[in-house]
């Protein structure tokens, strides 16, 4: 129970769907989502296959308490092997998709093969077909959502869709469900469009079984008591949103600023959350309009904007006058200070743009700052851009590339590569900002040391979700420690990476991390699964599913050459802030972390690793 | 001789507690010799649980530092309540 015990098999290629039972031990041994689907995955294909070509699988997946009534449990994860990275990808997005899928009966849907047309897969409880989708091909997800909603006239289908960018091979492109909660990192949208499977629209009301009802409802009232009792998940989030961390970031020193020259962006305060409140000079009106929650979500750290009608974006175009998603933390850096842009109405603009088109803003913002390095550097020119005038800061370069990467055309088709090939392509490898083809997200590890080391070892490339030291090293987060050492990094590392993979495992919002810890999930998971769940053999879940990647990763051709970060990372200290003549003390960490792993030299787990957590 | 300056900034729900004039959540405070972290804390009677990220100069000072902790001229000193996010 909790679990509903069976999922789809969807073979695109023969047009086949079949439904099959949950293995339960792997349940036992990954517990859902993220690790159960990552245990499938790893089991089902060669780990060295193209992503973008038929052997590739690719998994949508929930967890044991998603749509159920824990808070924040509607989460849902995409599981593949990612283009961008050739890396396993695991993104994980909110909003109700993940809840609907659940309640309609299955588990996860496993994907296979290639269609010979484009398709969609509908899902209505136990009924669940391949459907024509050429009338979606090459709309837009809003289109698309809008269009499926009014076919099926269902104004509740839940639908999680690709755009012109999935379809055409962007390699960030991502996968878009309830118009702007996003599977976001990875280029899981890629792999989408290269099976030529367009959406996944679902219905379900069969109410989700759980094995202790009584029990269960006194834990989930419980915890949800801990999210409200404390300042961050009951008072910070819903009224800031993740985007109070602009400022932080920035006066920490660590707020990455065009394509990690700086490590302070003198136009942080304009495009932050305390920005986001104020009444434009304009019209009078805020920028954020309202915040917003994902199923069963009692934080509600969503932000709904609405753009300035008399701002140059969208001052001709009045189908960008309505609220809709705004500004994240992440989303705001990649598209403003790492490309230098501080007008905050294009970013909200940019990143409305990336919500339609399907395409990950951190990628997105993060290659465009490097072309603005490129284009300065003359490396690009405008003949390459068609025109665009390509520099730091500049709000109109930002928004047009936004369209054009999110439609993969002229310029935006170079976009779509992704930092890391865009830099080889123009003659610079070494400026790209990444890790495993990666873009990094919004902290620098030169004044968050913690985090070079998470990114370096991220199993996904670049990303703060896979261990978000941030939060001991500047929130205080269990504990306050120095951002600037080096010194026990490599266990709150991994201690933190270990109990995030439990966390994306369960069906619920990593975000709930700020005020519970495993021992908070531990009970309501006991009292909703068979089985008996723990803090400690939850963390042991986290620490074997976080193998099981490392060892998919390595048969995919990783070595420990690729635990690493970008030259201007290790070499070229911090300008300015108290980071200032540091650069990132990832070769004293990496050593030490492979130690504390219980992996060789060589970055591999060792016989006996794999053995204490039951993976050989 | 006009005093010596530091600069405050207060940020999130703290922003309500910025003295007049403040602009873009900072604002100038002058100090004397013997201001302190907690004298600014105390002075602007800003309520100590919401004080949960003070920063002087973007560096972490904890509770027990910031009665010994002076601002000299120049100074930044900037605060928020509990905050998460990412
Ligand atoms: S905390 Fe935010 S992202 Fe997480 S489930 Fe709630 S609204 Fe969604």
Redo the contacts with the bound molecule.
Sequence with gaps: MSWTGKFLRVNLTEGTVKSEALNREWARLYLGQRGLASKYLAEEIDPRVDPLSPDNKIIFTTGPLTGTNAS?A?RYSVVTKGPLTGCIACSNS?GMFGAELKNAGWDMIIFEGRAAKPVYFHVENDRAELRDAQPFWGKTVWETDAGLKAHHQDPMLRVATIGASGENGVLFACIVNDLHRAAGRSGVGAVMGSKNLKAVAVRGSKGVRVKDPVRFLKSVAEQKQVLADNAVTSQG?PTYGTQVLMNVINEVGALPTRNFQDVQFDGARRISAEAMREPRRSDGKANLVTNA??FG?T????RISQIDPGHYTIVNRPEYRHASGGLEYEAAWALGAATGVDDLEALTFANFLCNEHAIDPISFGATVAAAMELYELGAITSKETGGIILTFGSAEALTALAELTGKAQGFGRDIGLGSKRLCAKYGHPDLSMTVKGQEFPAYDPRGIQGMGLSYATSNRGACHLRGYTVASEIMGTPVKTDPLVTDGKAALVKAFQDATAAFDSAGI?I?TSFAWTLENVAPQLDAACEGEWTADYLLEVGERIWNLERQFNLAAGMTAKDDTLPKRLLKEAAKTGPAKGLASGLATMLPEYYAQRGWSAAGVPTAETLKRLALA | MSMATATLKLFSQLSDYLPPGADQNQALIEIGPSTTVDGVITALALPAGKCHLVLLNGVFIPPSERIATPIRPGDALAIWPPVGGG
Excluded: Y
């Design positions: 924040t509607g909110g989030l929650a994902c979500c934080i509600a750290c969503g919002c975000f």
